[in-house]
C-alpha cells in the first residue's frame, strides 16, 4: 500500500536559516506528490505539488523535487520567517478516487 | 469562490448527545472527504464520496458515527452517541477529478469538544 514517512518535529529554527523538511513515500505506480501546510487554527492548503518524476514544485519561496530513484519530496526554503510557523503535510496521491495518503506533519517554529 | 465551508466552527457538547457537523464542498468538485485529526493520531480519513456515494468507510471508527451526501452541495457527520474521545478537530475537504491535478481543499474545520 501508499504510505508517506515524514522527519519528527517540532523543528525549530531562527528567522532567515535554511528550512528541510523531509519525505519519502512508498507507494504502487506513479503518485502525484504535495506538501500541504497548516497554519494554527486553520485547515490545510496546498503549498505546492508534483505530478511527475524530476517536477520541481515551488510556492512563496518553498521548493520540493520529485525524486523517483529515491522515492524523496523534500522541502527546503532559503530564509524562513516566523510567519512560515506552521505544520507541514506531505501528501501523494496514485489517483485511485482522488485519495490522499498523509504523512504524519512536522511542526516548524521560526524564532526572531 | 468561498471554498469549502462547514458548520458550526465550535461545538461544545455533553456526552451522549447527538453532534451533527456540516460541509458545503466546493461547486462542481465530485470528490468529498471527512477527515479527523487529533493530537494523538494526527490526521485520519473518516469516509469519501464520489458523486454523493460513498466510496470507502472503512476510517468510520464506530458505528456511532454515520456520514451521508444527500446532494452534491451538502453533507452530514453525525455522531450519536457523541463520547468524550471524539473530541477532534473535524475537516471536510472537496476535489474535482477532472482537474487532473488530486488537489483538496480544505474547510476551516469544527472543533468537536465532548464533555
Known amino acids: 500500500g501508499n504510505s508517506v514517512t515524514q522527519m519528527e518535529g517540532p523543528v525549530t529554527l531562527s528567522e532567515e536559516a535554511f528550512l528541510t523538511i523531509n519525505c519519502t513515500y512508498t507507494a504502487t505506480g506513479y503518485p502525484s506528490l504535495f506538501w500541504y501546510v497548516q497554519y494554527p487554527g486553520e485547515g490545510l492548503q496546498l503549498l505546492l505539488k508534483a505530478t511527475k518524476a524530476d517536477d520541481k514544485g515551488s510556492n512563496k519561496g518553498f521548493e520540493a523535487t520529485y525524486r523517483k530513484e529515491t522515492t524523496s519530496f523534500h522541502l527546503e526554503k532559503g530564509s524562513v520567517q516566523v510567519s512560515d510557523s506552521a505544520v507541514y503535510f506531505c501528501?501523494?496521491?496514485?489517483?485511485?478516487?482522488?485519495?490522499?495518503?498523509f504523512g504524519t506533519g512536522t511542526q516548524l517554529k521560526v524564532e526572531l | 469562490d468561498a471554498g469549502v465551508i462547514q458548520s458550526p466552527r465550535h461545538e461544545v457538547t455533553e456526552m451522549g448527545q447527538e453532534v451533527t457537523l456540516r460541509c458545503k464542498p466546493i461547486?462542481?468538485?465530485?470528490?468529498l472527504f471527512w477527515y479527523r485529526q487529533t493530537m494523538m493520531r494526527g490526521l485520519e480519513l473518516l469516509i469519501y464520496f464520489n458523486n454523493n456515494v460513498p466510496i470507502d468507510d472503512s476510517g468510520m471508527p464506530e458505528d456511532r458515527f454515520s456520514a451521508k451526501m444527500p446532494n452534491a452541495s451538502f453533507s452530514t457527520l453525525k455522531i450519536q452517541p457523541s463520547e468524550p474521545r471524539d473530541s477532534a478537530v473535524y475537516f471536510c475537504?472537496?476535489?474535482?477529478?477532472?482537474?487532473?491535478?488530486?488537489?483538496?481543499?480544505f474547510g476551516p474545520g469544527t472543533r468537536l469538544t465532548v464533555t
Open positions: 461547486s462542481g468538485h465530485d470528490y
Open positions: 475537504a472537496s476535489s474535482q477529478q477532472g482537474s487532473g491535478s488530486y488537489e483538496q481543499y
Open positions: 501528501a501523494l496521491c496514485t489517483g485511485g478516487g482522488n485519495k490522499l495518503t
